[in-house]
Structure formats: C-alpha cells, structure tokens
C-alpha cells in the first residue's frame, strides 16, 4: 500500500492508525487558494522518518487530526478542514532539515483573534514525538483574513504627524538603571534626555510598579519632564509610559492616568498576552495613544534556527494584532540578529506589500490590504559611532534607542542625546546630499564633532565598541556575516 | 531659545548651497515643495502659513530658491520651513521638514501648571512673543 496517497471510503475509516498522509493531510499537486492560510514550517523528523509524512503529520496536528481514525469525520466535509502539506523543500546546507509549505482552509480561522490563529498553528503540533524539533518560519494571510484585524492605532503615518517629525529617524533612549530608582530621580534621567535632543524616553520592560516605584508616581513625575522639555525646546516629545500589569482592569487604570496627564505613547510587554494586546490596541485607538510593544520574552522561541517561531511571523501577528512600535532587532549591536533576517522584520513591519525575499527570509507574498505601518524599533547596544550603519541598513521609519549609549556619556545625559542627534542629522544631510554614507560615515562624525563636543566624547568612549558574534539566526539563502 | 523642530536643528542653520541638496533631494524623490511660515512655533501649532501651494511641477531647485528668498523677504523676521510631500499610496504625508529660515529673537514658552485631582496637574504652554 502507497502510504503517501491518501484513501477514500471504506478503507480511510476502518477503525485504526493510519499515516498522516493516508488520512489526506499531504497532497502534493494541492494548488494554494488566495483565501488560504499558509504556514512554512522548518521540520526536523526523528531518525527514519519521512519528511514527507512528518509534513503531513504537521498539517493533521495543527487542523484536524487525531492520532487514530475516528468516524465522525464523516459528518463533515471533513477534506475541506483537513490542512494540507503541499511542497516539501530540503533545506540548504542543513541535512535532516526540511520546509514544509502547509495551507489551511479559511474556515478554520475565527476573524479578528489572533489566539484563534495560534491555537491552531501552533497550539499541540510543537510537542509532537516524531519530529525533533520544529520551527514556523512565515506566514501568509489572504487579504480576507487581514480586513477581519484593524491593526496598528495609529501607524507610522499619523504618528509622525502627531509628532511633527519627518525625514529622519526617531531617537529615543531606555532609562537606566532599569530597577531601583525613585520616581523623581527616575523623571530627572528623562528630562535630561528629552531635553538634550531625544524624541523619547521610555520605560524598561521590567518597570511596572515595584516597592521602590509606584507607577503613579512615575507617571506623574515623567509627565512633568516631557512637559518640561517640550517647552525648553519646542518640540513634541514623549515618554513611553509601561501600563503593563497583571490584569487588564489594572492596565486600563494605568492608560487612563496616561492619557489624563497628556501622554502621547503608552507601552506594553509582548508577555501580556495576544489577547491583551488586541484589548489595549482597541482602547489605545479610542484614547489617540501611540503603543509602543516592548518585544519581552521573544528570544526564548525566536532565536534558534531549528525549533520555534521566527520573529517574522510575531511581526506579523503584531501588524494584525495593533501596536505601533516594536522591537525589531539592530543587527549591529548587542542582541541577536542577522542583517538581511532583520531587515526582513523591518519589511514585514512597514511594507504595503511583502514581495518573496528569500535572503531576507520573506517565502511568501503578503499583500498588508492598507492595514496601518508599524514603526519598527532598533534598541540594544548601540551608539553614535554606527550611525551610518543604521540609517543605512533601516532608512528613516524606525526608532533608533541608545540608552546605555545616552545616559552613560562622560559629559552627561544631556550631552549624550545630543551627540545622538547632532550624529543623526549630520548623517541623514549627507546622505540626502547623496554621499556614500556607509563608506564616508565615520569622516562624516568626526567632521561633526569638530564643533559637537559631546560627540566627540561618544566617539571616543564607544567608537571602536562592537558586538560581533556570529547570529544563530542567519539566513538559508546568501552566505551572511555579522556587521560589526 | 533655539527651537529644535525640523530635520536639522541641532546643525549650524543650513547654507543657501545646503538647502539646494536638500531640495534636489527630495526632487530626485518626486516630492512636491512647500514653503511655510509662523511667527508662533508652539509645538501644536499645525497650520502654519504657506508662501503658495507646494511646487507640484518644480524642474530645478532654482525656481524654489527664487520662492525662498520671496519669502525671506516678506517674512524674514519669522520661522520658515520647507515641507517635501509624497503622494505614494502608503505615505501620502509630509517625507521631509526642515527650518531654513529663524527670526533674530527666538520665541520661549511658559508651562502653566494647574493642579487638578491628587497630584495630577494640567499644563499649558503658551508662547511668549
């Protein structure tokens, strides 16, 4: 018996086991429909077992698969539930590893809920014993599915309107230290920054309302320091106020002190939850708030190559799901990340249209049907000597954070957003005067901080500091090294 | 006080040679020219006024500057700015801002504070001109 075709009748529903693929979830001359789901999953089988039923395997437990034949299967149309693994590719250079390209009929979705989505995409199907491991690489959401989601509040568009700031990248920096200081000295760290040229300060993931905290007086005491800076300079400014809590009554509390004291931007943590994050989406769009989404927690499913969700695919849950920023990776500073992978986060989050980019590890086609832009967020070991590099590597639509390269400055926090800012507008001039920036950076710094001090003090602390490691990350398709 | 708006603020104000790249920057992109001006440039001050309606069919960066120094000449002790537009489906925004003109005195501003509930306070600015 051909255990790689699927049976009808009789012989499908004897009561007993069969191969996945025998129970109709592999079918390789299946034509994707544009109002399928489509998932590629990287597999890893056990030792003697075929990639092609391990694919199927996947496509059975992650629709409607149990491990047995049951007969009620028979009162439905069952074919049309069954998810069906259609191609399945070696991956390049990794023996035992394969892609398994599986599509899921519409029916299976509920609209507008993205833990509908991953309950069934990857809900039972990563704990299954004949793979060794297994990694959901993309996704692609027909544009039927994509109109059930209002995703991002605000987007990039009305956010820089909001902020009256075009043509060059945000700058922000993460307050420090992260734990144990008081509301007051905490709004002091913010002001100097704001002041001193960012266009934010933000709260780290972990502060939420500790003994040595409460959140109101933070709150309280950041607001009067956006304030504060705002009339020192004329320019719009914010502070991303963190609202997570644990419960959704508390973080609405939080918001509400937000908005009443003039925030322009509250933050969440990627660990509250899908569901919590759609909620805060909606109450964010009824409150003219910009969310920021701290991108906690990631790197425990993210990182390895062979088992867990690229980010690619939380980036897109999170387009559909509503936040205005996210972290997306800096590729040149202290956390993981391959360049062309995370430039593939940054396409995911600000194309209208994902086009197939298999270096930067986009395998589908994704048309975003006008949903709103997501500002991606560089933050994590970087500093004013790789501005070239990341205007370069990012372009303009992205928040570049230097928090550590801020508040750690020789000269003081105000010095070290300046050095940030005066280093960004210099680049982004001589980029538009159309030099070559990657090349001519550093002169182009050292040029400026010939009359910034501060600058020159950034470059001579951090000018030489890099973080080059190898990425576990990297991409299957172009030989890539880590830019140092 | 300096007024830290637009693109370039925290750089010595641009050359007339500066400004041309920048126009021919967003030239090269397709985008259309504004020229604004305000003498209040409070932070929520949106509308400031234009000098014209942006340059939708402009060749060459000599014809802006010809507007821009019309306008200096009018305007010359208020804040002017060039706004660049992009109508691509997407963006259908402003791409590019910058202040290429600053009156003699800058402006400040005064943050009123008003106490409300517990330790919650209001502020207003307000330009002092």
Avoid at chain 1, 142 to 164: M, Q, S
Wanted: glycine share 10%.
């Amino acid at each position: 018996m051909d255990d790689k075709t699927e049976l009808k009748g009789k012989q499908r529903y004897a009561a007993g086991v069969l191969k996945y693929a025998q129970m109709g979830y592999w079918d390789g001359d299946y034509e994707p429909k544009d109002t399928d789901i489509l998932a590629l999953f990287r597999i890893t089988p056990q030792d003697g077992v075929d990639a092609t039923e391990a694919a199927a395997a996947v496509a059975g437990e992650s629709s409607t698969a149990t491990w047995t034949v049951v007969w009620t299967d028979r009162l439905i149309a069952a074919d049309q539930y069954r998810a069906k693994a259609y191609r399945v590719d070696p991956v390049p250079g990794r023996p035992g590893e394969f892609f398994a390209y599986i599509a899921y009929d519409l029916i299976l979705f509920e609209e507008g809920s993205i833990a509908n989505l991953t309950a069934s995409i990857i809900g039972n199907v990563f704990g299954f014993k004949p793979l060794k491991a297994l990694r959901l690489e993309d996704m692609r959401f027909p544009v039927a599915y994509v109109k059930t989601f209002k995703g991002p509040p605000t987007g990039i568009v009305v956010e820089r309107e909001r902020l009256d700031k075009f043509g060059r990248p945000l700058l922000g920096a993460t307050t420090k230290p992260k734990l144990g200081l008081s509301g007051k000295n905490y709004g002091r760290v913010v002001y100097e920054g704001l002041k001193g040229g960012l266009d934010f300060m933000k709260d780290d993931e972990n502060i939420n309302s500790q003994p040595f905290m409460h959140w109101r007086d933070r709150f309280l005491y950041c607001m009067e320091a956006v304030n504060r800076a705002i009339a020192e300079t004329g320019e719009m400014k914010g502070h991303y106020l963190n609202i997570t809590a644990g419960t959704m009554e508390e973080m609405y509390r939080r918001g509400e002190l937000a908005k009443e004291t003039g925030s322009t931007i509250v933050m969440i943590d990627l660990v509250i939850g899908y569901t919590a994050i759609q909620s805060i989406s909606e109450w964010a769009r009824q409150n003219d708030m910009i969310l920021h989404l701290h991108r906690a927690g990631h790197g425990t499913y993210t990182r390895q190559k062979t088992h867990g969700i690229s980010f690619r695919v939380i980036a897109k849950w999170m387009r559909l799901a509503g936040v205005d920023h996210i972290h997306a990776g800096t590729a040149v500073g202290k956390l993981e990340g391959d360049p062309a992978t995370v430039q593939g986060y940054y396409n995911v989050c600000r194309e209208m249209k994902n086009e197939v980019d298999l270096p930067r590890g986009i395998y589908f086609e994704q048309d975003w049907a006008n949903l709103k832009k997501v500002m991606p967020v560089a933050s994590g070991g970087i500093h004013a000597g790789q501005m070239h590099q990341l205007l370069d590597l990012f372009g303009d639509d992205v928040v570049l954070q230097f928090g550590g390269g801020t508040i750690g400055h020789p000269m003081g926090i105000q010095a070290g957003a300046t050095a940030n800012r005066v280093a960004l507008e210099a680049m982004v001039l001589a980029r538009n005067e159309g030099r070559d920036i990657l090349n001519e950076g550093p002169q182009i710094l050292r040029d400026a901080a010939r009359w910034c001090k501060p600058l020159g003090a950034a470059l001579d602390t951090w000018g030489d500091i890099t973080f080059n490691y190898a990425s576990t990350d990297t991409s299957d398709f172009v030989p890539t090294a880590s830019v140092s | 006080m300096r007024i830290t708006q637009g693109c370039f603020s925290f750089l010595p104000d641009l050359t007339d040679e500066q400004i041309v790249a920048q126009i021919e920057y967003c030239l090269r992109n397709d985008w259309a020219i504004g020229i604004e001006f305000t003498s209040d440039p409070h932070p929520r001050n949106t509308y400031w006024e234009m000098f014209g309606n942006p340059m939708f069919d402009l060749n060459d960066a000599a014809g802006f500057m010809m507007e821009l120094q019309a306008c200096r000449a009018e305007h010359g002790d208020c804040y002017i700015r060039v706004n660049a537009f992009d109508s691509t489906r997407g963006f259908e925004t402003v791409r590019h801002s910058f202040i290429v003109n600053r009156p003699a005195v800058e402006p400040t501003f005064t943050m009123t504070r008003t106490e409300v509930r517990g330790r919650t306070v209001n502020v207003t600015l307000t330009t002092n001109r």
